[in-house]
């Protein structure tokens, strides 16, 4: 089993920053060899990617993320996190860290981003 707890949400005013953290634990012997992801899910509307890095560091943004999300990994620290850079009302959403292990996904419980003035 593999345990995600995701950190960093909170309320935000639009064109600031928030730094999504993402701690994996439980039977990693090799996270390096994971894929990371955030995905979010907005009241009303299904959950969506937003970015994703694979074991070799390459990374995938939605369009929504691009230029302003960074992700990121520490695999020494079985990190995950994004980096959310000029935030948007529309950026609102539950935010939550995907691991795919061998191709079996986990989650975590996610945690709140709200982008208001």
């Known amino acids: 089993q593999v345990q995600l707890v995701e950190s960093g949400g909170g309320l935000v005013q639009p064109g600031n920053s928030l730094r999504l953290s993402c701690a994996a634990s439980?039977?990693?012997?090799?996270?390096?060899?994971?894929?990371m992801g955030w995905y979010r899910q907005a009241p009303g509307k299904e959950r969506e990617p937003v970015a994703s890095i694979d074991s070799g560091g390459s990374t995938d943004y939605a369009d929504s993320a691009k230029g302003r999300f960074t992700i990121s990994r520490d695999n020494a620290k079985n990190m995950a996190y994004l980096q959310m850079n000029s935030l948007k009302p529309e950026d609102t959403a539950v935010y939550y860290c995907?691991?795919?292990?061998?191709?079996?996904?986990?989650w975590g419980q996610g945690t709140q981003v709200t982008v208001s003035s």
């Open positions: 995907k691991a795919n292990k061998n191709g079996r996904i986990y």
């Open positions: 439980g039977r990693i012997f090799t996270f390096n060899a994971m894929a």
